[in-house]
């Protein structure tokens, strides 16, 4: 028997299917919002309840980070990792025109007409919000929706940079459906307005009601406004903006420590789970899904999560299946630290390359449990699950694989645990919840924004942000200082962003921050590399790569295609818009 919705669930169902309707391929979705238009709606606090439920699913979930195109649809998936250097989606060598910079202008883009038809959504509830007898009584639902009004043009920031601002229900033949681009910083301006209009109207994560847990807080909109800020400021910085710069890096940084501050979350670090805690951070479910048996109410992690319930509301992407498809490259492993706190280059404990496991040895344990270590056992589905989670007899009887073979489906030689069920679940019905902000997150982006601020940062900010991302399961691995740094020749922009990119694989940030960074250019033009294949193991286990290109150090060049450019680090207006709308600047480049 099924277990009772909680309310959010039920409302938030209740407000989708009240708000759902077709897009089309206009600038907006100018069909009439029947199911809401009744003269009978909007009489209610209620009703603007229900109306802002509907915008929390569009939050990002995990049908647009562990595949490049959305499934059973055409939309590419801009934010996902695969379009940026550290992995592959799929079993075979599967690249993306993206991440090549080898896209072309489409005749429609449904990202861009998606988030159009769900601003007009927000606008005309903020429209009838705004005739409402009681305003107080439904302050709150107004801050959501202005929350997600600018969740969605931050989206289109990364996608397109200025982008038209419409900020009210706009009627077919409107003038303002042949108005131009608003420029970048009108948009950033515009996303900045509408998060802090909304902070005053929505309670602290402490005083939300058990029944609003999921809802949008004081913190969840801290944290984001943390998020766009740093984005936009280190944009501005590595462009020669150096002002703009930061006025927006300040403002990032003051976010993120009003969230830090508040005491309201922590790292999931359970010493029941020692340094595995993270992996099951991202599988846990209500039902048994790590040794320790804990359960969601264990995690203070999730600033906001996309929530998902195995009775409730199941995830219904072959998450697991296609997480075990994920293909990681050494792009991407060769960031992992040594033990010791130093990069592999200079560490004096990393073990080199002569085994299929040597590189897996004194490395940061993050390394070991979001990539599959050769040799080792792995459980995932209906039939291959764990029986008692103690790695022994029983548990290996049903493993999927007893002794991991990385040559097997891997163009690379790596391969990818992270966001696999290890309980038994059969295909589409995951149950963990999706982190659209978590505090790892919120501590990284103090970090970095204080550092790109001011040029340096100090020790104490180090161990209240990003050394505590670090240590949750590398107990003893060294801090990240200024002395660490300095005696060792590191540089401290450099380990700031390796700690990001590792920390946040695979959760749909890495193309995004070479953007920021200016840096895709450079990055995303070098080839993309498998494991060292001359002189090791592989040369006599995977014998079949005799004759796949290599580098002059022996490794497997799986991606040699590559030309991102100055044009690619933003999108081009789909021709149809501009066809409807010639006053829309087509994007530079493009």
Request: with cysteine; proline share 5%; net charge neutral.
């Amino acid at each position: 028997m099924m277990k009772k919705f909680p309310k959010f669930y039920l409302l938030l169902l209740s407000g989708g299917l009240a708000l759902t309707q077709t897009s089309c391929n206009d600038l907006l979705d100018l069909k009439p919002l029947d199911a809401i238009t009744d003269v009978s709606y909007w009489q209610t606090p209620n009703d603007f309840l229900l109306a802002a439920n509907a915008f929390y699913t569009y939050e990002r979930n995990f049908g647009e980070v562990a595949y490049d195109v959305v499934p059973n649809t055409t939309t590419v998936n801009y934010h996902a990792d695969f379009n940026a250097d550290i992995g592959f989606t799929g079993v075979a060598n599967t690249t993306n025109n993206y991440s090549r910079g080898l896209n072309t202008i489409p005749v429609t883009d449904n990202n861009y007409n998606t988030a159009y038809s769900r601003i007009r959504n927000i606008n005309y509830m903020l429209g009838k919000a705004g005739a409402f007898a009681t305003p107080a009584a439904i302050k709150q639902y107004v801050a959501e929706a202005k929350f997600f009004r600018a969740y969605v043009y931050f989206d289109l920031l990364q996608f397109y940079g200025g982008v038209p601002i419409v900020d009210k229900t706009l009627e077919p033949g409107a003038p303002e459906l042949q108005l131009p681009r608003n420029s970048r910083d009108e948009v950033v301006d515009f996303i900045i307005r509408d998060l802090t209009e909304a902070l005053p109207d929505v309670p602290t994560k402490g005083a939300q009601a058990t029944t609003d847990v999921g809802r949008v807080n004081k913190e969840v909109v801290q944290a984001f406004l943390g998020r766009v800020t740093l984005y936009e400021g280190t944009w501005q910085k590595f462009r020669g903006n150096a002002s703009r710069a930061t006025t927006l890096l300040d403002q990032s940084s003051a976010a993120s420590n009003a969230v830090i501050t508040s005491g309201g979350f922590s790292l999931f670090a359970p010493a029941v789970l020692g340094d595995s805690a993270q992996k099951y951070m991202f599988i846990l479910e209500n039902e048994k899904s790590n040794p320790a048996s804990l359960t969601k109410s264990a995690n203070n992690e999730y600033v906001l999560a996309n929530r998902y319930n195995f009775t409730q509301r199941q995830i219904r992407n072959n998450i697991s299946r296609q997480a075990n498809n994920i293909i990681p490259t050494r792009n991407f492993a060769n960031l992992y630290l040594s033990k010791d706190g130093l990069p592999i280059e200079k560490s004096p404990l990393f073990q080199g390359y002569a085994t299929m496991k040597s590189e897996y040895l004194n490395r940061d344990n993050r390394m070991r449990y979001s990539l599959k270590v050769p040799g080792r056992a792995y459980w995932f589905g209906i039939n291959n699950p764990r029986v008692d989670w103690t790695g022994g007899p029983a548990d290996l009887k049903t493993a999927n694989t007893v002794s991991f073979n990385p040559t097997i489906n891997s163009s690379t030689g790596y391969a990818n645990q992270k966001w696999i069920s290890e309980r038994a679940v059969a295909d589409n019905e995951e149950g963990y919840d999706y982190p659209v902000i978590r505090y790892a997150e919120v501590l990284l982006n103090y970090a970095e924004a204080v550092y790109e601020s001011k040029g340096s940062i100090s020790d104490a900010d180090l161990d209240k942000s990003l050394n505590l991302v670090r240590q949750r399961v590398n107990k003893t691995m060294p801090k990240l200082s200024n002395a660490f740094v300095s005696t060792n020749g590191l540089d401290m922009q450099t380990e700031i962003r390796r700690e990001r990119t590792i920390e946040l694989y695979m959760e749909g940030f890495r193309f995004d921050d070479l953007k920021r960074w200016n840096t895709a250019e450079t990055v995303l033009k070098q080839p993309l590399l498998g494991i060292k294949w001359t002189g090791t193991e592989y040369q006599t286990t995977w014998a079949v790569k005799a004759s796949t290109p290599k580098t002059a150090n022996g490794e497997l060049i799986v991606d040699a295609t590559r030309s991102f450019g100055t044009k690619n680090y933003l999108l081009p207006i789909p021709s149809q818009q501009i066809q409807l709308n010639p006053n829309l600047q087509q994007t530079t480049g493009w």
